[in-house]
């Protein structure tokens, strides 16, 4: 099978889904081709920070310019991927105070609206902050959706015109006559949605241009096509807690260091985050100490996170970029800005584009920069709509507050499916069929399932991204198998099989290393429930229990110490993590 398009798009991340959107409101033909679900890579791995610009005020104002006036746009076009909790940057009693000046001085001059506040001030704000608190700087800092709003973005493209393709690899770049001719992409079963149980097929997508959006594999990408782009990975741990202790973001108010930040998200509170170079961004070590380290650190900013329970712990790979020649030897001196490759430019290699480095914040920014490229080389005068059009749900933010209304807030069900739909809520929820709750953590209901089986297939991890089924605190153990019931009778039995594998095993890989305590008491629980009642035994790769780390640290003192429980850890060794002098995410 063949296709032609006027832009293909590698890569379902933030800044891929960004671009296809604003090239196809442009009126252009294009197809994106993402390898994984959409937020497989770096997109569905990081903080959920929707930065203020409080973050680079001091160390990259630039950044922090572009960060606030992106955070203006999204509140107002993405408004239901968006919760605007307010941020704090606060000083404890030994942080520097010079730090705190240039904090504050910083966000004046980038326009970044900032109060000071108190300690009591503070603490009246996020009452769980510990009493040390000298005095904070409230930011408007938010929490931000990734699935939600790469999801809306794909869609509005595909509304658009646009073709999306998940589970679609690019494994070569054409390259006919010394110009970028298009790509060749191996489906994982076929294209369009995923159907579990498909065989695969090849196909060459044909295009006038090609834009690289791979984030952290772009230098893969780039490689394909005979050019080189030194992406310099660099790796983070989040750890999910099972409670939202802060309604606030609560950064540290000091130079950067690992541990700093705190994010409410949903019904969690996320803490974040290291900086650590790596050298393939899907291969890299993910240990327990990192995890510990983020309690420990930031319970000296909120001390109930050492009581709480974990529920599952994650990483991310910036993909960070730096000009060639800079020799930076430190990741978190690498800059955070974006950076667009002309590899005709560059490389006399016509034909195809590559986009590096960058935020999560600042997509939207970074999608109209290479759309505006793209247009002028293919000789297209429209003109980006991307900061005025709302995405797809967050057409009109008081259908949000007449459903509130409507539901009396009564039902926190109708409430979170109504945050999450935004406007889309009549045309999901309206439905005559019985409508149970099929995940009570994240109170999920049948008819949201449905609705994102519709947009995603068999695939019930890209169901899981579109609706936070088995995202809360049991972590699925007692929802997989009602979310894999949902697929019956669409899917046949070895489909939904396959799917249902899939999802635990995705779920799992995330609790493995948060099992201590309550967490453990649950994990086995959870594992006794599917292996005895839904014989999920029967395929041991679903839980991988060789991919748990050692459980071996190297002490300070140069031995071995096996790590039992958090509270049982001592100092550790630095791992190779660096002083850090720059603001990271
Ligand atoms: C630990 C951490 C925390 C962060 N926190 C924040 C934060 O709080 N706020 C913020 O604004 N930013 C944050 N960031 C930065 C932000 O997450 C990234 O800059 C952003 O998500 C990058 O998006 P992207 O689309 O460029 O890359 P990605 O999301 O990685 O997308 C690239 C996609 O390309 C796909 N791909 C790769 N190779 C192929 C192929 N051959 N064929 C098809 N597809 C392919 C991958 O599967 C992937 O989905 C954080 C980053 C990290 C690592």
């Known amino acids: 099978m063949t296709d032609r398009v006027d832009a293909l798009v590698v890569g379902g991340g933030s800044t891929g889904c960004g671009i296809a959107r604003d090239l196809a409101m442009r009126g252009l033909s294009v197809a994106l081709v993402e390898q994984g679900n959409l937020t497989h890579g770096t997109t569905g791995r990081m903080h959920g920070l929707l930065h203020s610009g409080g973050r680079y005020a001091v160390s990259d104002q630039a950044s922090a310019r572009e960060c606030i006036e992106e955070n203006r746009v999204l509140r107002e076009i993405a408004s239901h991927c968006v919760e605007m909790t307010g941020g704090l940057f606060v000083q404890l009693e030994d942080d520097p105070d010079e730090y705190f000046e240039e904090k504050l001085a910083g966000c004046r001059e980038c326009d970044i609206p900032a109060e000071v506040l108190t300690a009591e001030e503070a603490r009246e704000r996020e009452p769980y902050l510990t009493g040390d608190v000298k005095r904070a700087i409230a930011v408007p800092d938010g929490a931000v959706d990734p699935f939600r709003l790469c999801v809306a973005n794909a869609a509005d493209a595909a509304e658009h015109g646009a073709r999306i393709e998940t589970h ?109 170079e790596v050298e393939d961004p899907e291969d890299y070590p993910e240990e327990r100490w990192e995890v510990d380290m983020m309690i420990e650190t930031l319970s000296e900013l909120v001390p109930i996170l050492d009581d709480a329970r ?70 297209v005068s429209a003109e980006c709509r991307t900061a005025e059009e709302p995405l797809p749900g967050s057409e009109d933010f008081s259908v949000l507050r007449d459903y509130m209304d409507e539901f009396g807030l009564r039902s926190p069900i109708g409430r979170r499916s109504v945050q999450r739909l935004g406007s889309r809520a009549d045309d999901v929820l309206e439905t005559t069929d019985p409508n149970p709750t099929v995940c009570d953590c994240e109170a999920v209901t049948r008819a949201e399932i449905q609705d ?60 493995r290393h948060a099992l201590w305590g309550e967490g453990l008491s649950q994990a086995a629980l959870n594992y006794q429930l599917h292996a005895t009642t839904m014989s999920l035994d029967r395929t041991p790769e679903i839980a991988d229990f060789g991919a748990f780390d050692s459980g071996v640290e190297t002490a300070t003192d140069g031995g071995e110490r096996t790590t039992g429980s958090r509270s049982s850890s001592g100092p550790r060794s630095d791992g190779g993590r660096t002083e850090r002098g720059r603001d990271g995410d």
């Open 310 to 379: 974990t529920i599952r712990s994650f990483w991310g790979v910036r993909p960070l970029y730096e000009p060639p020649g800079t020799g930076t030897t430190d990741p978190t001196d690498i800059t955070r800005d974006f950076f667009l490759l002309d590899h005709e430019d560059r490389d006399s290699l016509p034909g195809m584009t590559s986009i590096v480095g960058g935020k999560f914040t600042t997509y939207r920014m970074m999608a109209e920069k290479i759309s505006d490229h793209v247009c002028a080389k293919l000789g």
């Open 168 to 276: 679609a690899k690019v494994t070569d770049v054409l390259v006919e006559d010394g110009e970028v001719a298009g790509v060749e992409v191996e489906h994982e079963s076929g294209p369009g949605k995923r159907n579990h149980s498909l065989p695969g097929t090849t196909e060459e997508i044909r295009a006038d241009h090609v834009i690289n959006a791979t984030g952290a594999w772009a230098g893969r990408v780039g490689k394909m096509a005979g050019v080189d782009v030194e992406v310099r990975p660099s790796k983070g741990v989040m750890v999910i807690m099972n409670v939202r202790q802060v309604d606030t973001v609560v950064n540290r108010c000091r130079k950067k260091g690992d541990a700093d930040i705190i994010v409410p998200h949903e019904t969690t509170a996320i803490l974040g985050t290291t900086d650590v």
């Open 452 to 511: 994102a089986i519709d947009g995603s297939g068999s695939d019930l991890n890209a169901v899981r991204i579109r609706t936070r089924a088995s995202m809360g605190n049991c972590q699925g153990g007692f929802c997989c198998h009602r979310m894999a019931n949902e697929l019956h009778p669409r899917y046949d039995e070895p489909t939904v099989s396959e799917a249902w594998d899939e999802l635990v095993q995705e779920r799992w890989k995330g609790e």
